[in-house]
């Protein structure tokens, strides 16, 4: 597309002092909008936004291949598995969590109604049909409750823990690649340098476009890393959000059980 522009620039230059009939005609004829009397960078520009949504699309996918390649596969193909990885990992985190999440009153309500009409088991059958974290921990705490509130305190502390590791799972990686892809990045850069010092030396003298290119191709596998960083490091801090979201609803929700189970017990 650069190409193409400067290509419709020099063409108006070379026809710029030509007769205003002769531009016409030659206007009319090749029907084209990039070929006018006087061809100037605002109508250069003007003829850019013009172009359609499909062509900007390849000409941006045609600039990131060409700097992959100018990055040096080798280098920014471990930065793009990062990306593809730790996006997989995020997705599937933000999936699992969003099915994990629980309308807790409207459960509170529905156990508190079955230990009225049909005592623990119908909690339980609820509690069991119920998809989530949080009524698995009823669950637990509703399957104990024949030995006192003390166990099912217990019960449904330490059964939380492992719901929020579950949560948890995979969160370690996404971290890993949030901090290897610049540090695979600054890794290239460095190879980078050293490979444009080593061409200065055996050039023999210091060329200002031998070091602008070594240190340009050098440079773009650092802000492929960074990029990469950046982007993983959003899903992730919105993954580290949702988790404590339904961490708290859990916490509140199982005092809720505490105190519904004691209200219960009281009216035996």
């Known amino acids: 597309m650069r190409k193409l522009f400067g290509f419709v620039a020099l063409l108006g230059m070379l026809t710029f002092g030509a007769t205003s009939t002769y531009a016409q005609n030659d206007a009319a004829k090749k029907d084209t909008a990039t070929v006018t009397q006087k061809v100037d960078t605002a ?5 850019a936004a013009a172009a359609t949504p499909a062509d900007q699309e390849t000409t941006v996918r045609q600039q990131i291949k060409m700097k992959f390649i100018e990055g040096g596969v ?3 193909t471990p930065i793009l598995l990062c990306l593809i990885i730790g996006l997989a990992l995020a997705i599937e985190r933000i999936i699992y969590l969003n099915l994990a999440t629980t309308n807790t009153k409207k459960l509170l309500s529905r156990i508190e109604d079955a230990l009225q009409s049909g005592g623990i088991e119908a909690a339980k059958e609820i509690c069991r049909n119920t998809k989530g974290p949080v009524a ?6 509703l399957d104990r409750m024949h030995e006192g509130l003390d166990v099912v305190e217990k019960s449904v ?6 719901q929020m590791g579950r949560m948890e799972s995979g969160l370690t990686w996404i971290s890993l690649f949030i901090t290897l892809s610049p540090m695979l990045g600054f890794l290239g850069t460095v190879v980078g340098m050293i490979g444009a010092f080593d061409n200065i030396q055996a050039a023999g003298d210091i060329s200002p476009a031998l070091v602008a290119g070594g240190i340009k191709v050098a440079l773009i596998t650092t802000v492929g ?5 950046m982007i993983l490091q959003l899903f992730y801090n919105y ?7 339904l961490v708290n609803e859990m916490e509140d929700a199982s005092i809720s059980l505490i105190d519904i189970l004691a209200k219960h017990n009281l009216k035996k």
């Open 239 to 245: 993954i580290i959000s949702k988790i404590d979201t």
């Open 157 to 162: 502390v330490s059964y939380g823990s492992v």
């Open 225 to 229: 890393g960074l990029i990469v960083a």
């Open 43 to 47: 109508k250069v520009g003007a003829s």
């Open 136 to 141: 698995s921990i009823f669950f637990q705490g």
């Open 74 to 76: 080798p280098w920014m």
